[in-house]
């Protein structure tokens, strides 16, 4: 340790460090300068499209856009609460339908049948239908006589029943990912199916599907959108409510901006996250 | 000399090749055998069969219990997860589980399978660790470890239940030479401590040091056994004579 305290750098690292620090100065300046000029040929082009004043005023318009923040954004209050429901059930139903799929013997035969049904059918269906019939016909089924199912609960049903079947591919593909001498160590141990999966297949599986899952939750943040058909005043409803009432789409910028600025957390977060456990389970490298 | 396991007439084939064509071999308490044969004459196969990885198409496995009471744990009755727990298992590829810290390899079965609180294993983990010369890496995960290193986690794994048998599958065949030292140290030290191990392996030398006996596996049968002086300096089949050949000389 004395040594490490009486070592100064030599006087080639100290030029390689000086050499280092100018290149890195030099890609950022360049980076800056190459960014700032797109958006500049960007901006100028978009400015003098022949159409641009009449499409600023009908999508970029300030005022409307000020006006529009408080209504939307309750709306989006919707959003997330059906987005929050569906984040805990989709996480239930597709691990439940991936460890149905994992299972091995006859006795299984009809759960994995259903499960794989269930997948086929759902991830070829599209949600917009899904949200019809789940929003149209559960109501539908209580005759005249049941109480009224709120908009976001039946919302949050469509969405898990597509996303869950998304997500369980995802979970089962990162399982089978995992090399078979994990499950053999496991089992050799006496841990059981269930166990081994607990244990040793499934976390590893959802480290390795992590981008993929989180691609599938930035999509689901999108799609909770899609319950305004339903007739629930959620963000792109609020929206389309002062749409019709101003005549300008600068409404929907400002409920587009919202579920953007709600994704790029999520997405930063997963890189952020990814890379960490990389660095914790592998000795690093910088290439 | 109590028995801990014994085999009759296992036969296993893969389709419609066969891989053992009859295995009878009794295992002793306190004893440790290797399985030696070439590559492909069934060692690993018939290690995994005893350890319930597969399956077996004929024969009987008997494996004491605490009582030392012979059962027969190929009946498809028998309770396969309770049973491994009571088999060791080193593989020939490490396989320690890459998101588990190495304590939490270690202590896997004891909390797992045998129910025991998370102090109490953790306190036993260490204590196994230090056995095998790693406690100052038991938070540490596998991948920051040498190929011995976590060959010796992953013996620590297999006997952290207290198993009545270690199976050693080829241990240090996936290992750089200068590591594979280390980790047959470990397997003198277990026998000297009394563990009953059935090793398949290629290191001779090492099978004539630490082995009471010694099965040749040829073809799927057993070619020849008993003691190393006799099997390592005068085989009398030619099959055993050929494949020691260059040891011999």
């Known amino acids: 340790m004395s040594d490490e305290t009486a070592w100064q750098p030599s006087s080639i690292e100290l030029g390689r460090r000086a050499v280092r620090r100018s290149r890195g100065m030099r890609s950022i300046l360049i980076g800056l300068g190459s960014t700032l000029l797109f958006a500049a040929i960007v901006w100028i082009t978009v400015v003098n499209t022949p159409g641009w004043s009449a499409v600023q005023k009908a999508f970029f318009d300030p005022e409307t856009f000020v006006e529009s923040i408080p209504l939307v954004a309750k709306g989006f209050l919707l959003n997330l609460r059906v987005l929050g429901y569906s984040v805990v059930s989709v996480a239930i139903l597709g691990m439940l339908l991936a460890f149905l799929r994992t299972l091995r013997g006859p006795v299984f035969?009809?759960?994995?049948?259903?499960?794989?049904?269930?997948?086929?059918?759902?991830?070829?269906?599209?949600?917009?239908?899904?949200?019809?019939?789940?929003?149209?016909?559960?109501?539908?089924?209580?005759?005249?006589?049941?109480?009224?199912?709120?908009?976001?609960?039946?919302?949050?049903?469509?969405?898990?029943?597509?996303?869950?079947?998304?997500?369980?591919?995802?979970?089962?593909?990162?399982i089978e990912s995992v090399h078979p001498s994990q499950r053999l160590a496991a089992r050799s141990l006496g841990l059981s199916h269930a166990q081994s999966m607990r244990i040793v297949l499934i976390p590893q599986a959802i480290r390795r599907v992590t981008p993929a899952l989180m691609n599938d939750f930035v999509s689901m943040q999108k799609d909770v959108g899609l319950i305004s058909v339903l007739g629930a005043v959620d963000a792109v409803r609020a929206a389309q409510i002062i749409k019709a009432q101003s005549f300008n789409f600068t409404p929907y910028v400002v409920a587009g901006l919202l579920f953007v600025l709600l994704a790029i957390p999520t997405i930063r977060f997963t890189d952020w996250y990814t890379a960490r456990l990389r660095a914790r389970e592998q000795a690093g490298s910088i290439v | 000399?109590?028995?801990?396991?014994?085999?009759?007439?296992?036969?296993?084939?893969?389709?419609?090749?066969?891989?053992?064509?009859?295995?009878?071999?009794?295992?002793?308490?306190?004893?440790?055998?290797?399985?030696?044969?070439?590559?492909?004459?069934?060692?690993?196969?018939?290690?995994?069969?005893?350890?319930?990885?597969?399956?077996?198409?004929?024969?009987?496995?008997?494996?004491?219990?605490?009582?030392?009471?012979?059962?027969?744990?190929?009946?498809?009755?028998?309770?396969?997860?309770?049973?491994?727990?009571?088999?060791?298992?080193?593989?020939?590829?490490?396989?320690?589980?890459?998101?588990?810290?190495?304590?939490?390899?270690?202590?896997?079965?004891?909390?797992?399978?045998?129910?025991?609180?998370?102090?109490?294993?953790?306190?036993?983990?260490?204590?196994?660790?230090?056995?095998?010369?790693?406690?100052?890496?038991?938070?540490?995960?596998?991948?920051?470890?040498?190929?011995?290193?976590?060959?010796?986690?992953?013996?620590?794994?297999?006997?952290?239940?207290?198993?009545?048998?270690?199976?050693?599958?080829?241990?240090?065949?996936?290992?750089?030479?200068?590591?594979?030292?280390?980790?047959?140290?470990?397997?003198?030290?277990?026998?000297?401590?009394?563990?009953?191990?059935?090793?398949?392996?290629?290191?001779?030398?090492?099978?004539?040091?630490?082995?009471?006996?010694?099965?040749?596996?040829?073809?799927?049968?057993?070619?020849?056994?008993?003691?190393?002086?006799?099997?390592f300096t005068a085989p009398r089949t030619s099959r055993a004579r050929e494949f020691l050949g260059r040891f011999l000389a």
């Open chain 1, 109 to 174: 035969f009809p759960l994995r049948a259903l499960a794989t049904g269930y997948t086929d059918l759902f991830r070829g269906t599209p949600l917009i239908i899904v949200l019809y019939l789940v929003g149209f016909g559960i109501p539908a089924l209580q005759g005249r006589t049941g109480s009224v199912i709120p908009a976001e609960i039946l919302g949050t049903i469509a969405i898990t029943l597509t996303y869950s079947a998304y997500v369980s591919e995802v979970l089962r593909a990162g």
């Open chain 2, 1 to 231: 000399m109590s028995e801990v396991l014994r085999l009759e007439g296992i036969r296993k084939s893969y389709g419609v090749t066969p891989v053992l064509r009859g295995i009878d071999l009794t295992v002793n308490r306190h004893e440790v055998i290797a399985v030696i044969g070439a590559s492909g004459s069934g060692k690993s196969t018939l290690l995994r069969t005893i350890n319930l990885l597969e399956t077996i198409d004929d024969g009987q496995i008997w494996l004491a219990d605490a009582a030392g009471t012979l059962e027969d744990i190929s009946d498809p009755r028998a309770k396969a997860d309770a049973i491994r727990a009571r088999i060791g298992f080193v593989f020939q590829h490490l396989n320690l589980f890459p998101h588990l810290s190495v304590l939490d390899n270690v202590t896997i079965s004891t909390r797992h399978v045998q129910r025991i609180r998370r102090q109490v294993a953790e306190a036993r983990g260490l204590e196994l660790l230090d056995r095998v010369g790693l406690a100052d890496k038991a938070r540490e995960f596998p991948d920051r470890l040498s190929g011995g290193q976590q060959q010796r986690v992953a013996i620590a794994r297999a006997i952290a239940t207290d198993p009545e048998l270690l199976l050693l599958d080829e241990i240090t065949s996936a290992l750089d030479p200068q590591l594979v030292g280390e980790v047959l140290d470990l397997v003198r030290q277990l026998k000297s401590e009394g563990t009953t191990i059935v090793m398949a392996t290629h290191e001779m030398a090492f099978a004539r040091d630490v082995a009471d006996h010694v099965v040749f596996l040829d073809n799927g049968v057993v070619g020849e056994q008993g003691p190393p002086t006799e099997i």
